[in-house]
T-cell receptor
Framework: DQQVKQNSPSLSVQEGRISILNCDYTNSMFDYFLWYKKYPAEGPTFLISISSIKDKNEDGRFTVFLNKSAKHLSLHIVPSQPGDSAVYFCAASAGGAQKLVFGQGTRLTINP | DAGVIQSPRHEVTEMGQEVTLRCKPISGHNSLFWYRQTMMRGLELLIYFNNNVPIDDSGMPEDRFSAKMPNASFSTLKIQPSEPRDSAVYFC?????????????FGSGTRLTVV
């Protein structure tokens, strides 16, 4: 069973606009959430995280929103830049565990 | 530091052959993770080690898969015998012991193709 789901395999956005990537989870024990970014032929790299005690965390152009009641989180990128074109993975962990559960990934393409 | 080093970068093998993937974690990182990436399931955790000891291998698909960490600077993931459905990108990651996900450093992966 897929505990973390990213239902959009791909997303295309115009440069300068907002990109919104979505993630849903089923395990109510998850209390820490992360977004990773992956370029081709490279490993994923950490982008931003949020604890379940918050509903928003912002870092420059990147903001993650958490809706615990809906078991949903989203990543907003504003403004989108060509260098943001990558695959984005949502991940979650429970109770301080080191084990991360990842989603399937969403391929974001920023068009000039 | 050169980061997490995985070898080989690409591996093409015939069904039934043994495949060994290698990983050198970042020096000082005491946790090591093996993940597999597929289109359908994304990144799946196969196994992870703390201080060279396997902690959770519940993600290992079946007995054909085995992983070892003989010392703090080296780990292997072995598939014997390999099957076409094992074709995927295999990632190794390391982190400080007890670190949160921000501390994960992934290698560049090994793309395995079983024909």
């Amino acid at each position: 069973d897929q505990q973390v789901k990213q239902n959009s395999p791909s997303l295309s956005v115009q440069e300068g606009r907002i990109s919104i990537l979505n993630c849903d989870y089923t395990n109510s024990m998850f209390d820490y959430f992360l977004w990773y970014k992956k370029y081709p032929a490279e490993g994923p790299t950490f982008l931003i995280s949020i604890s379940s005690i918050k509903d928003k965390n912002e870092d420059g152009r990147f903001t993650v929103f958490l809706n615990k009641s809906a078991k949903h989180l989203s990543l907003h990128i504003v403004p989108s830049q060509p260098g943001d074109s990558a695959v984005y993975f949502c991940a979650a962990s429970a109770g301080g565990a080191q084990k991360l559960v990842f989603g399937q990934g969403t391929r974001l393409t920023i068009n000039p | 530091d050169a980061g997490v080093i995985q070898s080989p970068r690409h591996e093409v093998t015939e069904m039934g052959q043994e495949v060994t993937l290698r990983c050198k974690p970042i020096s000082g990182h005491n946790s090591l993770f093996w993940y597999r990436q597929t289109m359908m399931r994304g990144l799946e955790l196969l196994i992870y080690f703390n201080n060279n000891v396997p902690i959770d291998d519940s993600g290992m698909p079946e007995d054909r898969f085995s992983a070892k960490m003989p010392n703090a600077s080296f780990s292997t993931l072995k598939i014997q015998p390999s099957e076409p459905r094992d074709s995927a990108v295999y990632f190794c990651a390391s982190s400080p012991l007890g670190g949160k996900g921000e501390g994960y450093t992934f290698g560049s992966g090994t793309r395995l193709t079983v024909v």
